[in-house]
């Protein structure tokens, strides 16, 4: 199966920066189609919400947010996703997760394999001098 892993978060001063990376692997397999990759928060109390997302065109969507101060890119080749972001502020506290649809892969011979929906399990990011 397909799994995600991801780095960065932390404690972040207001104002700071951070910048988060989600890798996609498939055990002894390979990916070979990705249709969009983003991150996704859960605010304390909230439901979880888009954050950014980038399809494989390279059309990116914001929040209106974070819109202005963030930035995902994504490496179509190696599967991985980034999120920058800037003047963080205490709202911006929250568990964040790599999100990845429409994955194709391969594992067995001969056999091609399709996900819909693949979720990291997610990264602390807590905004607060």
């Known amino acids: 199966q397909v799994q995600l892993v991801e780095s960065g978060g932390g404690l972040v001063a207001p104002g700071g920066s951070l910048s988060l990376s989600c890798a996609a692997h498939?055990?002894?397999?390979?990916?070979?189609?990705?249709?969009?990759m983003g991150w996704y928060r859960q605010r304390p109390g909230n439901q979880r919400e888009m954050v950014a997302t980038i399809d494989n065109t390279g059309r990116t969507t914001y929040a209106d947010s974070v819109k202005g101060r963030s930035r995902v890119s994504g490496d179509w080749t190696r599967r991985t996703v980034a999120l920058q972001m800037s003047s963080l502020k205490p709202e911006d506290t929250a568990v964040y997760y790599c999100?990845?649809?429409?994955?194709?892969?391969?594992?067995?011979?001969?056999?091609?394999?399709?996900?819909?929906?693949?979720w990291g399990e997610g990264t602390q990011v807590t905004v607060s001098s």
């Open positions: 498939v055990a002894s397999g390979h990916i070979s189609n990705i249709w969009i």
């Open positions: 999100n990845i649809d429409g994955i194709t892969f391969h594992q067995t011979p001969g056999v091609t394999s399709f996900v819909y929906a693949v």
